[in-house]
């Protein structure tokens, strides 16, 4: 049996960029939206482990940045060696001047999630979870219909499509998504596995508040510190590699021992178990979960579309705004996904607020937002090409490679470091 609801703006999907929606929209004081998501339990896989500067100066915007910054761990810095010495330091101090979040904050997404989400509940809103979008149907009145797996079916003026890179909303309004430059990421990173892992030993080489990345033939392994848990005095490490594809196809369950060889083969030596090149062994202990992806980047050709779209009276039509990893996707190259997407959702609710209290809702404010955030995509999809470009050819063959030599010299120059922790922190992106 189906039933009936009809709210001026749905949101769909209560992942952080929904739920950042959500919270802006009540920050400027709208409360007439629902959110809805498909899943009614995430589990505990989170691969966004990283909220930068400008991201918490957003997030501190609808009141949730300094209860994220209490879980969470400080990042100082991010190292990148050649596994055995560090060649490119940049620390984020550097950017004390221009905000009062200086580092950049190490927490999973699924505990940035609970606190946005218990944020959420605070003020009174829950979310309509286990609800699979299955259709759009537009109504004489200019509104349109969502209708759900379920038999459920909201009315609605307004969708934000905040429902993950394969987006039903963007699929629903035919929106294309591609590549912005035709240009597939290096098939040496193209495969990728994330893990969150406990060693065997808290031990002093284990980085305590830097990401560190380390590259060598070909090859790229992260390694991040995370938060213990409440449950748990563990200590948490994000662990990151790719997979070359002469080393076959990805397993879709990385074991311990997959990971612990590919963490002997191209990780910092001195996390290696081999006692032949580490005189103090460290090894894998636990695997708490294990992923596999592969690397790519696409772009939305609209962030904006109206139902129906052949009327000139936008009082009638339904207005459908993506958000995202829905309007956008790029490799996980300096952790700007996640971001990238919540200064999405906390600028959308400022901009649709504003739309709404405008003159005859003036779609001019909707459409300048959507072209800055494109705008800001872009970029970011750019830099993240950039940096994957250094990780490859810091990663080649060292003789007579000059990409290689002018990059470690580079990376020499203090300007240039402090450059690397400026566009990570997105303070110029926002």
Same mark, same amino acid.
Request: a neutral charge.
């Given at each position: 049996?189906?039933?009936?609801?009809?709210?001026?703006?749905?949101?769909?999907?209560?992942?952080? *960029?929904?739920?950042?929606?959500?919270?802006?929209?009540l920050?400027?004081?709208?409360?007439?939206?629902?959110?809805?998501?498909?899943t009614?339990?995430?589990?505990?896989?989170s691969?966004?482990?990283? $909220?930068?500067?400008?991201?918490?100066?957003?997030?501190?915007?609808?009141?949730?940045?300094?209860?994220?910054?209490?879980l969470? $761990?400080?990042?100082e810095?991010?190292?990148?060696? =050649?596994?055995?010495?560090?060649?490119?330091?940049?620390?984020?101090?550097?950017?004390?001047?221009?905000?009062?979040?200086?580092?950049?904050?190490?927490?999973?997404?699924?505990?940035?999630?609970?606190?946005?989400?218990? #944020?959420?509940?605070?003020?009174?809103?829950? &979310?309509?979870?286990?609800?699979?979008?299955?259709?759009?149907?537009?109504?004489? =009145?200019?509104?349109?219909?969502?209708?759900?797996?379920?038999?459920?079916?909201?009315?609605?003026?307004?969708?934000?499509?905040?429902?993950?890179?394969?987006?039903?909303?963007?699929?629903?309004?035919?929106?294309?998504?591609t590549?912005?430059?035709?240009?597939?990421?290096?098939? @040496?990173?193209? @495969?990728?596995?994330?893990? =969150?892992?406990?060693?065997?030993?808290?031990?002093?080489?284990?980085?305590?508040?830097?990401?560190?990345?380390?590259?060598?033939?070909? #090859?790229?392994?992260?390694?991040?510190?995370?938060?213990?848990s409440?449950?748990?005095?563990?200590?948490?490490?994000?662990?990151?590699?790719?997979?070359?594809?002469?080393?076959?196809?990805?397993?879709?369950?990385?074991? *311990?021992?997959?990971?612990?060889?590919?963490?002997?083969?191209?990780?910092?030596? @001195?996390?290696?178990?081999?006692?032949? &090149?580490?005189?103090?062994?460290?090894?894998?202990?636990?695997?708490i979960?294990?992923? #596999?992806?592969?690397?790519?980047?696409?772009?939305?050709?609209?962030?904006?579309?109206?139902?129906?779209?052949? &009327?000139?009276?936008? *009082?009638?039509?339904?207005?459908?705004?993506?958000?995202? =990893?829905?309007?956008?996707?790029h490799?996980?190259?300096?952790?700007l996904?996640?971001?990238?997407? &919540?200064?999405?959702?906390?600028?959308?609710?400022?901009?649709?607020?504003?739309?709404?209290?405008?003159?005859?809702?003036?779609?001019?404010?909707l459409?300048?937002?959507?072209?800055?955030?494109?705008?800001?995509?872009?970029?970011?999809?750019?830099?993240?090409?950039?940096?994957?470009?250094v990780?490859?050819?810091?990663?080649a063959?060292?003789?007579?490679?000059i990409?290689?030599?002018?990059?470690?010299?580079?990376?020499?120059?203090?300007?240039? #470091?402090?450059?690397?922790?400026?566009?990570?922190?997105g303070?110029?992106?926002?």
């Amino acid at each position: 049996m189906s039933t009936s609801e009809q709210t001026h703006v749905l949101i769909v999907g209560a992942g952080p *960029t929904g739920l950042s929606t959500a919270l802006s929209l009540l920050n400027q004081g709208f409360h007439d939206f629902l959110i809805v998501e498909e899943t009614s339990s995430k589990g505990p896989a989170s691969r966004a482990i990283t $909220i930068h500067a400008a991201t918490l100066e957003a997030l501190d915007s609808i009141h949730c940045a300094d209860p994220l910054v209490d879980l969470g $761990i400080k990042g100082e810095g991010m190292e990148v060696s =050649d596994r055995s010495s560090t060649f490119l330091a940049a620390t984020f101090s550097s950017l004390a001047p221009y905000t009062r979040f200086p580092f950049v904050l190490l927490l999973s997404q699924s505990t940035t999630e609970e606190v946005l989400e218990a #944020r959420l509940l605070k003020l009174g809103v829950s &979310i309509l979870k286990s609800e699979k979008v299955v259709g759009l149907k537009s109504k004489d =009145d200019g509104s349109v219909q969502v209708l759900f797996e379920s038999g459920k079916v909201i009315s609605t003026r307004y969708v934000v499509g905040a429902d993950g890179a394969r987006s039903t909303i963007r699929h629903l309004v035919n929106i294309g998504f591609t590549d912005p430059d035709g240009m597939p990421v290096d098939e @040496q990173l193209n @495969q990728m596995i994330l893990a =969150d892992v406990v060693f065997s030993s808290d031990s002093i080489v284990l980085p305590k508040n830097t990401v560190q990345g380390t590259t060598s033939a070909g #090859r790229v392994f992260l390694t991040v510190p995370l938060p213990k848990s409440a449950e748990s005095d563990e200590s948490v490490y994000r662990i990151g590699f790719n997979v070359p594809i002469s080393s076959g196809p990805l397993p879709s369950s990385p074991s *311990t021992v997959y990971l612990q060889q590919f963490l002997n083969d191209q990780g910092p030596v @001195q996390l290696s178990s081999d006692p032949s &090149i580490n005189p103090n062994p460290i090894y894998i202990s636990k695997t708490i979960w294990a992923t #596999r992806f592969r690397t790519h980047a696409a772009i939305a050709d609209k962030f904006l579309v109206h139902i129906p779209p052949d &009327i000139s009276d936008s *009082t009638r039509r339904t207005a459908v705004i993506l958000v995202g =990893d829905a309007a956008h996707i790029h490799a996980p190259a300096g952790g700007l996904g996640m971001n990238l997407g &919540i200064r999405d959702g906390i600028d959308l609710g400022v901009a649709l607020s504003a739309h709404l209290k405008s003159p005859n809702e003036d779609n001019g404010v909707l459409e300048e937002y959507t072209s800055i955030r494109r705008r800001r995509a872009l970029s970011t999809i750019r830099l993240t090409k950039r940096i994957m470009y250094v990780i490859g050819a810091l990663g080649a063959t060292r003789f007579l490679n000059i990409s290689y030599w002018g990059i470690r010299l580079l990376a020499l120059i203090p300007f240039l #470091r402090r450059l690397v922790a400026w566009n990570l922190s997105g303070l110029g992106n926002r």
